[in-house]
């Protein structure tokens, strides 16, 4: 897995001056580093029985729909304020460097249905957090919550505790 860091391009002070940002896109246009990331995802969801995948805006939009795909299951878009054309589900979350919000639609996710949370990178735990509480108000049954990359050193498993959290990569520092 160190070859798909190599492929990771590291951007200082990106959003915020002593932020170190992670930008998976290298990663993703690579055709053998994507293939094994998702392949690596896959893998590790094929038996847990997933009904639909709930990908995080914007990035988990490129995984997301792949593992739903390649798992035979339903990809659900979990997006910023005002995107989705339908009535929706809000929550607001605390992020590293700032505050947020997301949204997903009322009737995205059905009463029992086993949701798989998906997004590229788990930070300090807030916006994953905020996907399973919406997951879970809509009556969804949370399999999972995968990441391509982990930062391990901002503690975010801590928020989601007692989920099977899996991540391809992780960075201690």
């Known amino acids: 897995m160190d070859d798909l860091k190599k ?15 992670y930008d998976l896109t290298t990663l993703f246009q690579d055709r053998r580093g994507f293939r094994t990331l998702m392949q690596n995802m896959v893998d590790r969801y094929r038996s847990a029985k997933v009904d639909v995948v709930a990908g995080i805006e914007a990035r988990g939009f490129v995984i997301a729909p792949v593992l739903a795909f390649e798992l035979g299951a339903g990809f659900v878009p979990v997006r910023k304020p005002g995107k989705l054309p339908w009535k929706t589900a809000q929550i607001r979350y605390q992020l590293e460097y700032g505050s947020d919000g997301l949204e997903i639609h009322e009737d995205a996710i059905r009463p029992g249905q086993r949701v798989l949370i998906c997004d590229d990178l788990l930070a300090t735990g807030g916006t994953a957090q905020a996907t399973v509480h ?11 919550a995968c990441f391509a990359v982990e930062l391990t050193f901002l503690n975010g498993r801590s928020k989601l505790d007692g989920i099977d959290i899996f991540s391809t990569l992780s960075y201690d520092k």
Do not use: C, H, S, T
């Open 134 to 144: 919406l997951a879970r108000q809509l009556g969804g049954d949370i399999v999972g």
């Open 7 to 21: 492929l990771i391009r590291e951007v200082p002070d990106y959003p915020k001056p002593g932020i170190l940002f």
